[in-house]
């Protein structure tokens, strides 16, 4: 869970032997070159060498020298970051800080970490034994002058990824806590990754890496045969690989001291200075921090380079890193940098300025492929002539979906997550103590000090030869912590033939995307099932990446017959299976549908089998919501019994066509 070293004897996969995935390398090295920079984004479809070249970066860095018995591993050359610890040392005079030196760090952060886990805490056994307050390093401190890795930052609490990037931009961790108050010195190379099928970071987090890189597989098979080759000769022979490896290794780590030591030197003139802000203008960026990186940026990419000027190919190659996250987008809308835009952009900025010519000749590296990757233009493959694929129109806005929390929790409106619940396993902030239990694992301190202390003087009289703070079980008290609970909403979305009419089936899917942008706002997980033809299927498991919720419902074509009670049966083991991991989060079915079922699930009927597949759902706990899409004079009124059998809220089609699916949704979710 903690710390991991290059051991001697057990290489990793050289970072040189990666192929292609040049923008991630570039963004890696650039950070290992400043790690002031203030980290990189990794975003990128699994089985893309992520992690690989994170472990493989750490190897590839030259070994640091560092203060030995230090817990933040001092740099004995740089005096003004040392930590309390070392200052006193030094202070004192007797004798020079000793030396040696390490590996490089990588520090794995887990996405169940806690924040005591991440910043540091209390000894507890010290405070306990000795009466005394020592603070115990977290994962922030390990990390000092290395890596600390996070995989599925996406996953991340928020709170927890705040507090990472603040110690990333800042290079120091502030600890109050507890009656603790203290800083220490915690540089280090941030490096986040994430699969965005899996969710995406909020705005304001992703706009605190410095970088940010899209990868994606390699599509050219010669490539991709050349990664086997490579994997299975290091899986077979890892010394003997590594060892093939070790001079492009060795070269690559002498440049990254080269360019290390040039950074200081390297200028960025006025003129790439108005570049640089002409390009954040230019893309609609909000605020200054892209500025900023890209300033960094620059400079950096010259030094790795060699030179100590800026040119205009450096800010070309910084803007692909650093503005890739921040430009301003709608939802739902995917992070792009077309590289068409880039260079009109610059054109434009070269054409407004007198010539100057460069002092020097750009001699990077030959820069990676700037065709971003498009996604493919939907074609129809529906092999069913009659089905039709509708659009939907643009999403409106809604008011704050809050779900109806149990006695236990407390509402709150704000975004995020949407009910306040107790948390387990020492996640959540810590709201207020309680007496533990028979078994605690997250004792706190500071109210067991508090109830011990009216008794020391009598216990001390027990035991004069006791520890400076005697407790009793009593005393002891646990911390309750507090996070917040989402919604699981599920769409089941009727695409049969009686929906094909376009202003049914466009109205309904505008109202089901006008949910998926209040669900992104309020970091809820989504599902989609459609049900037509022969049988239902769930399109998308519920999941917090609204933007897959999003495409699915653009492309669900229209045809066929009525499935409905095979979409509840879906859904319900949909729901089950979500309980399973996540049992805080508060279920919300939403049928849009006619209620015309007319395929069965088993060999029965197919409306007496709807409705008691809907009493099932309902004796789950499930909340839901039906809308009623048939039309016309003559009305069968099939979907009135299917909301009764599922205790739902009732909605007509003319309701949903003025925005009533939103406020069913509400009421469905116990808002009026």
């Known amino acids: 869970m903690t710390v991991t070293r290059r051991a001697a004897g057990r290489p990793v996969f050289p970072f040189t032997a990666l192929i292609g995935q040049d923008r991630m390398k570039r963004a890696l090295l650039l950070n290992a070159v400043n790690p002031r920079l203030g980290g990189v984004l990794i975003r990128g479809e699994k089985g893309t ?15 640091i020298e560092v203060v030995v018995g230090c817990h933040y591993g001092c740099d004995p050359a740089s005096p003004d970051d040392w930590c309390a610890d070392c200052l006193v040392r030094a202070e004192s005079g007797r004798e020079p800080l000793p030396t040696a030196t390490q590996r ?33 390093p977290g994962l922030l401190a390990a990390a000092h002058r290395g890596i600390l890795y996070v ?43 994430m699969n965005p099928e899996e969710g995406d970071l909020r705005p304001q987090l992703l706009d605190r890496f410095a970088l940010a890189v899209e990868v994606q597989g390699l599509d050219d098979r010669a490539e991709r045969a050349e990664v086997v080759r490579r994997r299975i000769a290091f899986e077979n022979d890892p010394l003997g690989f590594a060892e093939r490896w070790s001079d492009s290794e060795a070269e690559e780590r002498q440049r990254i001291l080269a360019a290390r030591e040039l950074l200081p030197s390297v200028i960025l003139a006025d003129r790439m200075l108005d570049l640089i802000t002409h390009l954040c203008t230019d893309f609609q960026v909000d605020g200054l921090r892209a500025d900023i990186v890209m300033y960094k940026t620059a400079a950096t990419l010259a030094a790795y380079a060699g030179r100590t000027r800026v040119n205009e190919e450096d800010v070309r190659d910084a803007a692909e890193l650093a503005l890739l996250h921040r430009r301003r987008r709608q939802p739902f809308e995917q992070p792009r940098m077309d590289p068409a835009d880039l260079d009109r952009s610059i054109e434009n900025h070269r054409s407004e300025q007198p010539p100057e010519p460069e002092p020097d000749a750009p001699d990077l590296p030959p820069s990676p492929d700037r065709q971003e990757h498009q996604p493919p233009t939907p074609t129809d493959s529906q092999s ?32 995020g997550k949407r009910s306040r619940v107790r948390a387990k396993d020492g996640q959540g902030a810590y709201v207020r103590a309680r007496p533990a239990g028979p078994e605690t694992h997250d004792l706190a301190l500071d109210a067991t000090v508090r109830a011990a202390a009216p008794y020391q003087r009598r216990r001390r009289e027990q035991r004069p030869d006791g520890p400076a703070l005697l407790v009793r079980g009593p005393d002891l008290h646990e911390k309750v912590r507090e996070t917040r609970a989402g919604n699981v909403i599920l769409f089941a979305v009727d695409a049969s033939g009686s929906m094909a009419a376009r202003k049914r089936m466009a109205a309904a899917k505008q109202a089901v995307l006008s949910l998926l942008l209040d669900a992104y706002q309020k970091r809820d997980r989504v599902g989609l099932i459609a049900f037509r033809g022969a049988k239902a299927e769930l399109l998308l498991p519920p999941t917090t990446s609204v933007d897959l919720a999003e495409k699915r419902l653009q492309s669900l074509p229209t045809g066929g017959r009525t499935p409905l009670g095979h979409a509840l049966q879906v859904g319900m083991l949909a729901f089950e299976r979500h309980r399973a991991n996540h049992p805080e989060d508060l279920p919300l079915l939403l049928v849009v549908s006619d209620g ?45 019994p299917l909301s009764e059998a599922l205790g739902a809220v009732y909605m007509p089609l003319e309701d949903l066509r003025a925005g009533g699916l939103l406020r069913a949704a509400h009421i469905g979710l116990g808002r009026a």
């Open 596 to 640: 015309r079922a007319n395929v069965a699930v088993g060999s029965g009927d197919p409306a007496s089998e709807l409705l008691t597949l809907a009493g099932e759902i309902r004796a789950r706990g499930v909340e839901s919501v039906v809308v009623d899409t048939e039309t016309g004079p003559l009305r069968v009124g099939l979907c009135r």
């Open 49 to 63: 060498a992520k992690s690989t070249a994170v472990r493989a970066l750490a190897s590839l860095l030259p070994e």
């Open 384 to 415: 069913n002539p009659d089905e039709q694929v509708v659009a939907a129109g643009d999403p409106y806005a809604v008011r704050n979906l809050a779900p109806a929390a149990p006695a236990r929790q407390e509402r709150a409106s704000r975004a």
């Open 151 to 193: 995989d599925e930052v996406n996953l991340l609490n928020d709170h927890l990824v705040d507090v990472l990037l603040d110690v990333a931009a800042m290079g120091t961790n502030y600890v109050e806590r507890e009656g603790i108050s203290l800083s220490h010195p915690a540089q280090l190379i941030l490096v986040g990754t």
């Open 104 to 136: 490089v760090p990588i520090v794995n952060l887990p996405v169940g970490a806690t924040e005591d886990r991440l910043t540091g805490t209390i000894d507890i056994e010290e405070a306990i034994a000795q009466g005394r307050r020592r603070f115990e």
